[in-house]
């Protein structure tokens, strides 16, 4: 494979985790959740790494020779776009994002899946409201950010294009 940096954004519940931990896999390179960058575990929503401590952590993974990095943040993770081979956007109806999202709330209360922070019900509504308003308002920011990465840009509604053939490069 020769791309050995992959960026996989997209709203929250369009599948960035999922595709990145199957890339992994298959192509035996490292995938990184930018939610482990940019929160602190420990506290719901609260508890995000200051801007330094965020910053210096996102470095030590772009200082990699291959790496996957997924995640919703497009703001702090401009030489992420500029280090990446390829950059996927993962570009989900609304009501299939709520059904993953509301889908993932109960596994990670119920114990099924691990969670990168703390599930509240307050919580999960507020990350509906940001899904609703999500591609009116974050979307259109993204694409202006990556307009100068169109050349290395994937935007794709179903992870199992990207999944099929093992064989196939992720090359536009």
């Not at 954004?9 to 482990?36: H, V, W």
């Not at 801007?51 to 291959?66: H, K, N, S, T």
């Not at 840009?153 to 099929?164: E, M, R």
Request: charged residues 30%.
């Amino acid at each position: 494979m020769s791309n050995k940096k992959i960026h996989i954004i997209g709203s929250t519940g369009s599948g960035k985790s999922y595709l990145a931990r199957m890339l992994s896999s298959q192509y035996k390179i490292p995938y990184f959740e930018l939610d482990n960058v940019m929160w602190n575990d420990q506290v719901e929503f609260g508890g995000k790494n200051s801007p330094e401590i965020r910053d210096q952590l996102l470095e030590e993974i772009l200082m990699g020779e291959q790496w996957i990095v997924e995640g919703v943040y497009y703001k702090w993770v401009a030489r992420s776009f500029e280090e990446a081979d390829v950059i996927i956007y993962l570009d989900h109806k609304r009501f299939q994002r709520a059904i993953r999202i509301i889908s993932r709330f109960v596994k990670q209360r119920t114990g099924l899946e691990r969670s990168n922070y703390k599930q509240t019900f307050k919580g999960l509504i507020e990350m509906l409201k940001w899904n609703h308003r999500f591609d009116k308002t974050n979307k259109i920011k993204i694409f202006e950010m990556l307009a100068a990465h169109k050349q290395k840009l994937i935007v794709c509604n179903s992870n199992k294009v990207l999944l099929k053939d093992p064989s196939r490069e992720l090359i536009v």
